[in-house]
């Protein structure tokens, strides 16, 4: 897959990410997954939470944006608290979960048109064009049950082609992906950092070809 | 007074703290509980005059209304817990709630079978749709439904929290349900002997009925704080203090 | 378009491209009917005095078999998540949700249930009765029953369970809009009823919303 059609990257956003974490710590179930956590993610960051399964990377991701409010410290964009910024913070960051939110019996044009429904600057053309990137072309008319599971993700990570946001909150987006949509997503997260985008992602996939990469390693603690 | 009543709250919101001082407690509620029990009972049964109407089958009021206002109580106490929990985040509001659910339903259960009982002599059957015995039904499907929701969830969090959203729709609901079904009964069969009269009622006959009202409230008081204290102990079974109470035990 | 909207017009478009999701409900709903009178009496003079009560039991139960799909698929494939993420208001979306539900349950039933109510034999003056009483009770059947599918949604087999949890709070509802046919076919008037549901419908309105938005909170998982 290759970038058809280059996004003007100068008008991409407006804003850039100012988001840090204060002390965060979470326990589940009396077992504390991570303690008096802090990092920012700021312009052209790239980072990766790494730990093996169950250490809180999807917890620690949730909470970053905002879907879990179960913890202790603060999380904040522009140095406000997020829940209190909630509005203007969500029109500011994508989050894309390991779960896809793709409805089988509509067409890829159909559940994208859903997921940008929240930026209505973005125009028809655009989601066909996005479309094209992921190559689905020719599949607009044809309901996602009768797509694989790769097609599926692909239809879900077009969002990442269409939303105007600086910051991309990112669960797993490579699983179910073949070679060259690895390539692809790989090839568009060192895209977004580089025209100053930040990406926070959970993957097990190595992504150390993208030099602005951090990695914060959870489960060390006990 | 008030600087009074929010260290009591923060106290209260402190397992270690409630279970220790529920211990002191408790004497003092389940003593007078079953005086009142005992003197209510004697008196409401064996002394009191008979009903010129309903001769001694009147008797079962002496269990029948304190049961009934209790599992309205209940259900109105379940309900402000579950909210006090939803908005403070207090676990040990949530810990009563979870405590009060089975003990409302079985005063309910009581209070309808003591008036099933009651109507086998008076209407010749064990059964009759009155107005309270079905409001008092429909309460019990209430309790059910709170308590069903909360085994089907499956972490504590959520458990309590669903619980807590379930009964406050059902107290928003609970007025509404008894006017319906008052207004219903009022269409369908005006029942001519009630089990309460709102109308007077000898002295000798009240007061025994008021002393059982007190011993089923201390019973009540007593139960709550049982159950509430085992809730403590299951919820913290993982903290120092539990696990240092039962090295003490063994 | 927000995403309240975009929501409301994806759930219809789902519903026209699944017919089942509101004929099912309409079937069940003949086929309750039909059980009366081979269970106890085909006399059409009993069927009369009967008719307006079954009527409604059937509609009842018909809302209820379709309410437990009502948020199943959207807490199971992430577009719960996908709601809270956007930052939009969880009320507005609940309000959107019930009405997507009304329109492929309630409406339909209400059209129908004259129809059916032929076979029942019900008074030739309870017809007027019949319509507007559903018209109004089935919004709050819709509306009461959300909050139970909200909190029944992540929990396997819950049908049963929201049976149990909601059905108490539908018996105001039965009881008046019951009343209002019954006592239409009897020549007496109805408008009290009526009144009663209207203001009933009002209440819940504004308040279910409340509850639906909390209890779908639930269903993250964590």
């Known amino acids: ?222 | 007074m008030w600087e009074a009543l929010k260290r009591l709250y923060h106290r209260m919101g402190s397992p270690k703290w409630f279970y220790e001082i529920s211990a002191r407690w408790l004497p003092w509620f389940a003593i007078p509980a079953a005086l009142c029990l005992i003197v209510g009972t004697v008196w409401g049964l064996a002394f009191a005059p008979a009903d010129y109407q309903q001769g001694n089958s009147f008797r079962i009021i002496y269990i029948h209304v304190p049961a009934a206002i209790l599992a309205q109580g209940a259900y109105a106490m379940m309900a402000i817990a579950g909210g006090i929990f939803l908005i403070w985040r207090m676990k040990m509001a949530a810990w009563v709630a979870a405590a009060i659910a089975p003990i409302g339903a079985s005063f309910c259960f009581l209070a309808l079978i003591t008036g099933a009982i009651w109507g086998k002599p008076t209407w010749g059957t064990w059964w009759v749709w009155d107005a309270r015995l079905t409001s008092m039904l429909l309460l019990l499907f209430l309790y059910f439904g709170v308590m069903a929701l909360q085994k089907a969830m499956e972490t504590d969090d959520t458990s309590a929290k669903a619980g807590a959203i379930l009964s406050l729709v059902g107290l928003v609901n609970i007025p509404i349900i008894k006017y319906s079904v008052e207004w219903w009964n009022t269409l369908h069969q005006p029942a001519t002997l009630k089990l309460t009269e709102e109308s007077t009622m000898a002295m000798e006959m009240l007061i025994p009925l008021l002393i059982m009202i007190v011993g089923f409230y201390l019973l009540f008081a007593t139960l709550i704080f049982m159950r509430t204290r085992n809730e403590v102990l299951w919820h913290e079974r993982k903290k120092s203090w539990v696990k240092k109470l039962i090295e003490a035990e063994k | 378009m927000s995403l309240v909207t975009a929501t409301i017009k994806r759930d219809l478009i789902i519903a026209a491209r699944n017919p089942g999701e509101w004929l099912n409900p309409l079937m069940f709903f003949l086929m309750v009917l039909a059980l009366f009178p081979l269970a106890v009496d085909p006399d059409p003079k009993f069927l009369s005095k009967i008719a307006a009560g079954v009527v409604w039991v059937a509609a009842l139960l018909a809302t209820l078999l379709s309410l437990d799909a009502l948020f199943k698929a959207d807490v199971e494939d992430g577009t719960l998540e996908q709601w809270l993420a956007s930052g939009e208001s969880l009320y507005a979306m609940a309000l959107g949700k019930v009405f997507v539900h009304w329109c492929i349950s309630g409406l339909p039933l209400t059209l129908v249930a004259p129809l059916l109510a032929l076979m029942m034999n019900l008074p030739d003056d309870a017809y007027a009765a019949l319509f507007f009483s559903l018209l109004l009770g089935t919004p709050i059947l819709s509306l009461l029953g959300a909050v139970g599918a909200a909190l029944t949604a992540g929990v396997r087999s819950g049908g049963l369970l929201l049976s149990l949890v909601i059905l108490p709070l539908y018996i105001p509802i039965l009881i008046f809009g019951a009343s209002a046919v019954y006592h239409a076919g009897i020549g007496m008037e109805y408008a009290g009823q009526l009144g009663f549901l209207a203001s009933f419908l009002c209440i819940s309105m504004t308040l279910t919303p409340f509850a639906v938005a909390g209890a779908l909170k639930l269903n993250l998982s964590r």
């Open chain 1, 1 to 222: 897959m290759t970038r058809s059609a280059p996004v003007d990257e100068s008008k991409w956003f407006t804003t850039h990410c100012d988001l840090s974490a204060h002390d965060v710590s979470c326990e589940r179930d009396d077992r504390i997954l991570f303690e008096n956590l802090s990092f920012t993610v700021k312009k052209g960051d790239l980072i990766q939470l790494a730990g093996p399964n169950g250490a809180g990377k999807t917890t620690l991701l949730r909470l970053m944006a905002g879907l879990n409010q179960d913890f202790d410290g603060e999380v904040r964009w522009y140095d406000e608290n997020i829940q209190s910024c909630f509005q203007d913070y969500a029109r500011q960051r994508l989050y894309i979960g390991h779960l896809s939110a793709i409805k089988k019996v509509l067409t890829p044009l159909e559940n994208l048109r859903w997921f940008v429904s929240s930026w209505p600057e973005v125009s028809e053309d655009a989601l066909w064009q996005a479309l094209e990137e992921v190559t689905l072309a020719g599949y607009e008319d044809i309901p996602c049950q009768q797509l694989s599971a790769g097609q599926q993700r692909r239809v879900a990570l077009a969002r990442l082609l269409v939303t105007p946001t600086p910051l991309w909150i990112l669960d797993e987006p490579f699983t179910a992906l073949d070679k060259a949509g690895v390539a692809w997503l790989e090839a568009l997260l060192a895209l977004h950092v580089n025209r100053g985008g930040s990406v926070l992602i959970t993957s097990h996939h190595a992504l150390s070809d993208i030099p602005a990469l951090r990695q914060i390693e959870l489960g060390v603690q006990k």
